[in-house]
């Protein structure tokens, strides 16, 4: 069984966020008694448990960071919690859990913030074994630990005051309740798992009595088409037997008929030859009639003295042809040039228009801004600005002028801060000194009226106390 036995409680409620202000609280077996009048911090310790164990923090105190030290009781911007607890486990080992917040005095309000945990076990050894981890984590370690859930620590063993009368709550509530308590859900739903698990497993079993069907019909016409296949294949057995004794008996024929075919295609080609060369031949000589038609000197010379005519002629045709090349080539490279001119005149037109765009642009801004500094300089009194030309020289005068007029409203800024700030320490002090009379008063009054009661008490000892 697991056992609690101490815990220490530093920047929690009314208990200070200082190391020396650190209160540990010992708990015995098997009973831990806690009193003391109102104030003074009972509920706290059982806060503190319940949010050591659970990580829920008590009602109203998730907003405004009001579980942890107010900061400005503190006179400190950032406030550190740290709530630790001694235990045993379920299994008897001594475990540590630490967890840690911090309260941030923002403008309007306090901003609270849980930092990760910290579960520290020693074991039969007494070595120290730390694991960091986040608040999700610690609550299931916490539950593990503890052997107990975390409805029975929130609503029954670390119950608040302010939600101790949830048994009078509404039916459904309480129902709620009872349910988290006796893990009653959690059976619900396993029981709706099951259902639904049973449903599926039915719905399967169904479809595969189905497909078992199916399957036997599909096996019955794989037998039947098994046996019409080997009945095929005997016969293509013997088709095949059949093939191969005719294939065995047409080889000499083929033979004969492949010689034939190699002589008939011999006499084929030879009679295409003659047919070819015999139309050559005419044509040749209707060429040659042709050409006789046609010459007018005919050549008297002799065959050498032609073909070194011819010769000559090829040599002229081949220079000409050699200049016009040239000539192509220079003609290309030429409008190669003039393209790459166009081109680069192009660009330069481009250029000349984004040039001529941006240095009116450059004019416009040059307007705005010199309109824009007279308006300033009307605005801050800056005199020599307003009706006159902006040179170079006065802008740069505008500039140090802006600059010096900067650092003063800085300064007067930093100043009103100072004093304001001043007037906010003394606002405070009357504030607190108000608060401290209005305890004052209310104690008194406290006081008083329990004397009160206490005399009414003594006068009349037997009246009815409604």
Known sequence: MSSID???????????????????????????????????GKTTVIEALKYITTGVMPPGATRGGAFVHDPKFANEREVKAQIRLQFHDVSGQMTIVQRSMTATQKLKQVTLKTLDGVITRRNAAGEKKS??????????????????????LENVIFCHQEEANWPLSEGKQLKDKF?????????????????????????????????????????????????????????????????????????????????????????????????????EKKEMER????????????????????????????????????????????????????????????????????????????????????????????KYQFEGFSGCEITDEKYRSFIENV????????????????????KEKKVQLKIDELKENKTKLEQSEHIKRNMMVRSVGKKCPYSKVD
Request: charged share 35%; with cysteine.
């Open 131 to 152: 694991i960091s981890s986040k608040c999700a984590e610690i609550d299931k370690e916490m539950i593990t630990a503890l052997g107990v859930s975390k409805p029975v």
């Open 287 to 378: 060429t040659v009639e042709e050409l006789q038609k046609n010459i007018e000197n005919e050549f008297q010379g002799s065959v050498e003295e032609l073909k070194r005519v011819l010769a000559e002629f090829q040599n002229k045709v081949q220079e000409r042809e050699d200049t016009l090349s040239q000539f192509k080539q220079q003609s290309r490279e030429l409008e190669r040039e003039c393209e790459q001119l166009n081109k680069k005149k192009s660009e330069l037109l481009l250029q000349v228009g984004k040039l001529e765009q941006e240095a009116q642009v450059h004019d416009d801004n040059i307007t705005k801004r010199n309109i824009l500094i007279e308006q300033f300089a009307d």
């Open 179 to 279: 349910d988290d308590i006796f893990a009653s859900t959690r059976y619900v739903k396993a029981l709706e798992t099951i259902r639904k698990l049973k449903m599926s497993q039915d719905s399967t079993v169904k479809e595969y009595r189905i497909e078992t069907t199916y399957l036997k019909q599909h096996k019955d016409k794989a037998s039947q088409l098994e046996g019409d296949l080997n009945e095929v294949q005997s016969k293509l057995i013997a088709s095949k037997e059949s093939v191969n004794s005719i294939v065995s008996k047409l080889d000499p024929i083929e033979n004969k008929l492949s010689q034939i075919g190699a002589k008939s295609d011999d006499i084929y080609r030879l009679q295409n030859n003659i047919t070819k060369h015999t139309s």
């Open 403 to 422: 600059r010096n007029k900067l650092e003063t409203m800085v300064t007067e800024g930093k100043n009103l801060k100072v004093d304001f700030e001043e």
């Open 6 to 40: 101490k815990m220490s409680v530093q920047g929690i409620r009314s208990f200070g966020p200082d190391d020396k202000e650190k209160q540990i609280i010992q708990f015995f077996t098997p009973l831990t008694l806690i009193l003391g009048p109102n104030g003074t």
